[in-house]
């Protein structure tokens, strides 16, 4: 080795590349070493101790937040550390509850992971654990304060991602709990729901919602036509749980497994975002032609739509009345059957936990009925599969139904950040060249930054145009255009890297959340129709079934109704 | 947000000491010396004005001690039990407060709103012990019997 920047793990030189603390050096150099409380997004906590290591004096460190100096040698596997680390694991297990296997995050916890790899047979401590604390007030997550290990991965995600700030620490010393101003229901708080304070949670503390026993009771019922929709999102991030590689286009799959289930239509949501394309293109022309106040910001993603009508609700009559592709496919779809002999039931399966909320507000719904009446993250379409005792891997991968089976690869973009911009530059641009699509893709409208800012020339004019993941990025830029920056398109996805990384998806690393956007990108290469204007579909229903419904099934006015009330 | 509530008093406060996040404890602090408790009502308003959430700001005032959410009382009797008022007998001059107000440690204030009484560790006066406090002024050596007669007082002050 050439560079004297290196230092020693478990006596192997380790080159130091720019690494901010010993944790990732460590895991770059092949050793998994346990921790609860860190995650490379968040900020720097050191709470759990987890992570210990020993140096070259015997002291211990925490490796998450000690950098790397060239000329250290620690050991991350010595008899002390691994009596700490089973101490540190019993401690917590003494004032956990046990019951695993009735727990909602059974199979997918941290702790009873850690519980396995430490070889914890027994905990010297009497249990203390409280009852279940349960604050099932929200649609789209459950909380039970007694399983909660005080990670404060949830705080940190919920603060400094999302700028949202529903939970936070609250008292002191052993009576620390998570919690809501004044302990007030979930609901009641500034939460938008975008569950992505489940995706981090070690353990069952905060879980998504469960709807999947209202699912299986549709598809029991002789009486009722079952469709479903199924998220762009959905199709790259199934396939790990179920013996495929990550970011994996198992869309096929998907439609042979909901069939065997005994859904009656299967259709694919990028079909929906074909018809949001067309609909938020129109919606920008207008906007530019009649000189409205800019910019327009996009409406697909519902924790977005939440978050401006509680902290934004000035900025409502800037967001697109665009439905979102749920809901607009949902409202055709419902449409379609609504002469149906057999009670109609519309089933969503969304990368989302947002949507589960989405699904029942008051816009959203028919004679009292809701357009979508069960919402299901990807995470409950993989348990139910397996349920089922459907064996993914060697399912024949089918097609989606008809008359509604025909998408683009404009709508399955639709399920990473600067997918919908990306769909709605290419209805727009007048070029319709295959050169155009590769410089559109080429713009800056692809990535996984938080904030990407690109402009493009429609006609004689430039637009300008935002793309933002992340709520708190969301609220960094507005924050801009409130001091006078201009911009004419905004697409804001609440979760960072967008749909592809919401919180109903299995939860993996930052690296495995990237190869699910490359998923879609080469399914929409795959797509023998790029531009949504093109799918035949989109003619025949505007020409038919929405015939002057448009306004009707297609679009939507948010009031600015739901403040925070105090 | 409490239409009800009179917003100025926090107005104020926050002008005086500065309209910054970092300044939360003191606001707060100023604020319970105003009200005597922290209200719930300024909880909406100053995460609003100071851009905290209001968790967070639920969460500083439930971390310190010093801080109550619940009202206390006109006169706050504070009862030390440090080492040395401990071990001086304070326990039988709470235990007295306590029965003649009808309170105990989960219910520290009357209904009435004119008494709290509560423990301290330590007020840094133990050559004075056993000690209390009624709103910030000193009693020293006390007895049950002469905390029963300066309860009477201040019953009659009010």
Same mark, same amino acid.
């Given at each position: 080795?050439?560079?004297?920047?290196?230092?020693?793990?478990?006596?192997?030189?380790?080159?130091?590349?720019?690494?901010?603390?010993?944790?990732? $050096?460590?895991?770059?150099?092949?050793?998994?070493?346990?921790?609860?409380?860190?995650?490379?997004?968040?900020?720097?906590?050191?709470?759990?101790?987890?992570?210990?290591?020993?140096? @070259?004096?015997?002291?211990?460190?925490?490796?998450?937040?000690?950098?790397?100096?060239?000329?250290?040698?620690?050991?991350?596997?010595?008899?002390?550390?691994?009596?700490?680390?089973?101490?540190?694991?019993?401690?917590?297990?003494?004032?956990?509850?046990?019951?695993?296997?009735?727990?909602?995050?059974?199979?997918?916890?941290?702790?009873?992971?850690?519980?396995?790899?430490?070889?914890?047979?027994?905990?010297?401590?009497?249990? =203390?654990?409280?009852?279940?604390?349960?604050?099932?007030?929200?649609?789209?997550?459950?909380?039970?304060?007694?399983?909660?290990?005080?990670?404060?991965?949830?705080?940190?995600?919920?603060?400094?991602?999302?700028?949202?700030?529903?939970?936070?620490?609250?008292?002191?010393?052993?009576?620390?709990?998570?919690?809501?101003?004044?302990?007030?229901?979930?609901?009641?708080?500034?939460?938008?729901?975008?569950?992505?304070?489940?995706?981090?949670?070690?353990?069952?503390?905060?879980?998504?919602?469960?709807?999947?026993?209202?699912?299986?009771?549709?598809?029991?019922?002789?009486?009722?036509?079952?469709?479903?929709?199924?998220?762009?999102?959905?199709?790259?991030?199934?396939?790990?749980?179920?013996?495929?590689?990550?970011?994996?286009?198992?869309?096929?799959?998907?439609?042979?497994?909901?069939?065997?289930?005994?859904?009656?239509?299967?259709?694919?949501?990028?079909?929906?975002?074909?018809?949001?394309?067309?609909?938020?293109?129109?919606?920008?022309?207008?906007?530019?032609?009649?000189?409205?106040?800019?910019?327009?910001?996009?409406?697909?993603?519902?924790?977005?739509?939440?978050?401006?009508?509680?902290?934004?609700?000035? $900025?409502?009559?800037?967001?697109?009345?665009?439905?979102?592709?749920?809901?607009?496919?949902?409202?055709?779809?419902?449409?379609?059957?609504?002469?149906?002999?057999?009670?109609?039931?519309?089933?969503?399966?969304?990368?989302?936990?947002?949507?589960?909320?989405?699904?029942?507000?008051?816009?959203?719904? =028919?004679?009292?009925?809701?357009?979508?009446?069960?919402?299901?993250?990807? @995470?409950?379409?993989?348990?139910?599969?397996?349920?089922?005792?459907?064996?993914?891997?060697?399912?024949?991968?089918?097609?989606?139904?008809?008359?509604?089976?025909?998408?683009?690869?404009?709508?399955?973009?639709?399920?990473?950040?600067?997918?919908?911009?990306?769909?709605?530059?290419?209805?727009?641009?007048?070029?319709?060249?295959?050169?155009?699509?590769?410089?559109?893709?080429?713009?800056?409208?692809?990535?996984?930054?938080?904030?990407?800012?690109?402009?493009?020339?429609?006609?004689?004019?430039?637009?300008?145009?935002?793309?933002?993941?992340?709520?708190?990025?969301?609220?960094?830029?507005?924050?801009?255009?409130?001091?006078?920056?201009?911009?004419?398109?905004?697409?804001?996805?609440?979760?960072?890297?967008?749909?592809?990384?919401?919180?109903? @998806?299995?939860?993996?690393?930052?690296?495995?959340?990237?190869?699910?956007?490359?998923?879609?990108?080469?399914?929409?290469?795959?797509?023998?129709?790029?531009?949504?204007?093109?799918?035949?579909?989109?003619?025949?229903?505007?020409?038919?079934?929405?015939?002057?419904?448009?306004?009707?099934? $297609?679009?939507?006015?948010?009031?600015?109704?739901?403040?925070?009330?105090? | 947000?409490?239409?009800?509530?009179?917003?100025?008093?926090?107005?104020?406060? *926050?002008?005086?000491?500065?309209?910054?996040?970092?300044?939360? *404890?003191?606001?707060?602090?100023? *604020?319970?010396?105003?009200?005597?408790?922290?209200?719930?009502?300024?909880?909406?308003?100053?995460?609003?004005?100071?851009? *905290?959430?209001?968790?967070?700001?639920?969460?500083?005032?439930?971390?310190?001690?010093?801080?109550?959410?619940?009202?206390?009382?006109?006169?706050?009797?504070?009862?030390?039990?440090?080492?040395?008022?401990?071990?001086?007998?304070?326990?039988?001059?709470?235990?007295?407060?306590?029965?003649?107000?009808?309170?105990?440690?989960?219910?520290?204030?009357?209904?009435?709103?004119?008494?709290?009484?509560?423990?301290?560790?330590?007020?840094?006066?133990?050559?004075?012990?056993?000690?209390?406090?009624?709103?910030?002024?000193?009693?020293?050596?006390?007895?049950?019997?002469?905390?029963?007669?300066?309860?009477?007082?201040?019953?009659?002050?009010?």
């Amino acid at each position: 080795m050439k560079t004297n920047n290196y230092m020693l793990i478990d006596g192997m030189p380790v080159e130091i590349n720019g690494e901010k603390n010993l944790l990732e $050096l460590i895991r770059k150099a092949g050793i998994k070493l346990p921790t609860f409380c860190y995650h490379s997004e968040l900020s720097i906590y050191g709470a759990c101790r987890m992570c210990m290591v020993e140096n @070259q004096w015997g002291g211990l460190d925490a490796a998450c937040s000690t950098p790397p100096k060239a000329g250290m040698a620690i050991r991350t596997n010595t008899r002390r550390l691994r009596k700490y680390r089973k101490m540190i694991l019993e401690l917590l297990l003494a004032n956990h509850c046990r019951d695993c296997t009735t727990c909602n995050n059974n199979g997918k916890c941290k702790l009873q992971d850690l519980a396995v790899t430490f070889n914890i047979e027994r905990v010297r401590f009497p249990n =203390t654990a409280a009852k279940p604390k349960i604050d099932d007030s929200s649609y789209c997550i459950t909380r039970d304060q007694n399983k909660c290990i005080l990670c404060g991965d949830c705080v940190r995600m919920c603060n400094e991602i999302q700028n949202i700030g529903a939970i936070d620490f609250a008292h002191r010393g052993s009576k620390m709990i998570i919690s809501t101003a004044f302990d007030q229901p979930i609901a009641s708080s500034p939460c938008v729901g975008c569950g992505q304070c489940a995706a981090v949670c070690p353990t069952g503390a905060i879980v998504v919602k469960n709807d999947k026993k209202k699912v299986w009771e549709a598809l029991d019922d002789k009486n009722a036509k079952v469709t479903v929709q199924i998220a762009p999102a959905v199709r790259v991030a199934i396939g790990r749980e179920l013996g495929h590689a990550n970011g994996e286009n198992a869309m096929g799959k998907i439609v042979a497994a909901l069939r065997r289930m005994g859904f009656d239509e299967i259709y694919d949501t990028s079909t929906g975002a074909d018809l949001t394309v067309l609909e938020e293109s129109n919606e920008l022309l207008k906007r530019l032609e009649a000189g409205a106040a800019m910019p327009l910001f996009t409406s697909c993603c519902p924790a977005w739509v939440n978050y401006c009508e509680k902290n934004y609700p000035e $900025l409502l009559p800037h967001v697109s009345t665009c439905r979102s592709p749920m809901q607009m496919f949902a409202s055709v779809i419902k449409e379609q059957n609504k002469t149906s002999g057999r009670r109609p039931v519309h089933v969503a399966v969304m990368p989302c936990t947002a949507k589960k909320y989405e699904a029942v507000r008051e816009e959203f719904k =028919t004679d009292g009925v809701p357009n979508v009446d069960y919402v299901i993250t990807t @995470q409950e379409l993989i348990q139910m599969i397996k349920e089922s005792g459907i064996v993914f891997a060697d399912l024949e991968p089918e097609a989606v139904d008809m008359p509604f089976g025909t998408m683009t690869g404009a709508g399955v973009i639709f399920g990473v950040t600067g997918g919908v911009t990306e769909a709605v530059l290419r209805r727009l641009t007048s070029d319709k060249s295959s050169t155009s699509l590769m410089s559109i893709a080429y713009q800056g409208v692809r990535g996984m930054e938080g904030i990407k800012e690109t402009t493009v020339m429609l006609g004689e004019r430039e637009l300008q145009i935002a793309i933002v993941n992340g709520l708190k990025n969301a609220c960094d830029l507005i924050e801009r255009i409130k001091t006078g920056e201009h911009y004419d398109f905004v697409e804001v996805m609440a979760c960072p890297g967008g749909c592809i990384n919401g919180a109903g @998806q299995p939860f993996s690393s930052l690296k495995e959340k990237e190869k699910r956007g490359k998923g879609l990108y080469s399914a929409d290469k795959l797509s023998n129709i790029k531009r949504s204007e093109e799918n035949p579909l989109m003619m025949s229903l505007y020409s038919g079934l929405l015939k002057g419904h448009v306004h009707e099934l $297609l679009h939507v006015r948010y009031k600015a109704g739901t403040k925070e009330e105090n | 947000m409490n239409k009800t509530f009179d917003y100025k008093v926090v107005d104020e406060i *926050i002008d005086e000491l500065g309209n910054r996040q970092s300044a939360v *404890i003191a606001i707060l602090q100023n *604020i319970q010396e105003h009200y005597r408790y922290l209200p719930k009502e300024v909880f909406p308003y100053l995460s609003k004005k100071l851009g *905290i959430s209001q968790a967070k700001i639920y969460s500083v005032a439930t971390f310190y001690e010093n801080f109550s959410l619940r009202p206390k009382g006109k006169y706050v009797i504070k009862v030390c039990d440090g080492t040395a008022c401990h071990v001086r007998k304070s326990i039988p001059i709470l235990e007295k407060l306590r029965k003649e107000l009808g309170l105990s440690e989960m219910k520290t204030t009357t209904d009435d709103l004119h008494f709290t009484v509560e423990t301290v560790s330590c007020l840094g006066a133990c050559g004075l012990a056993p000690v209390l406090t009624v709103n910030d002024k000193v009693y020293p050596a006390m007895t049950p019997d002469k905390a029963t007669g300066l309860l009477n007082g201040l019953k009659e002050d009010k």
